[in-house]
Each structure stands twice: as structure tokens, then as C-alpha cells.
């Protein structure tokens, strides 16, 4: 993963059982891939080769909390009002 990676982190959603869960996008210049977390599974991905999807579903283990508490954070109301 030569480029910078960027990445986000979407709202909190929960399943119907209530179960918590988060989308994270990394994107690095015309690539990009799109996790879940708790799963810490690809689940969408363009660019990336197999190696680098498998340091992606690492590092989304490895940060889950870091991730979940970056969620917390966003408000999508808040953004789309100030958009």
C-alpha cells in the first residue's frame, strides 16, 4: 500500500436482534475496499490484492474499539445540515 490511505467511519447501525455494528472505507488513490467491524471482513473491495485485504481485515481487528468509538463520534444529521 504505497499511496496514502484514507479512511472513514459510518454511524453506528444495529441489527435487529440489536447487535452493533460499523462500515469503515479505506481508500488509497483509485482504490478502495469496505469493511464491517465487528465481522472484520472485507465485504466490497477494487484495487486491493489479497495480501493488502488481509492487512485491512487485521487492522480492523486489531482497532475495533478505536473504530467503534470513532463511530460514536458521528453525527450524520450534524454533517448533512452543515454540508
Known sequence: MAGEMNMTV????????GDK????????????AEGKVPDCKIVKQEGFTDAEVILLEQYM?????TIFDAA???????????G
Open 72 to 82: 460514536r463520534k458521528v453525527n450524520v444529521m450534524r454533517a448533512f445540515l452543515k
Open 61 to 65: 481487528k486489531n482497532e475495533q474499539a
Open 10 to 17: 459510518s454511524e453506528i447501525f444495529r441489527t435487529d436482534n
Open 21 to 32: 455494528y460499523v462500515f469503515v472505507k479505506f481508500e488509497d488513490g483509485k482504490k478502495f
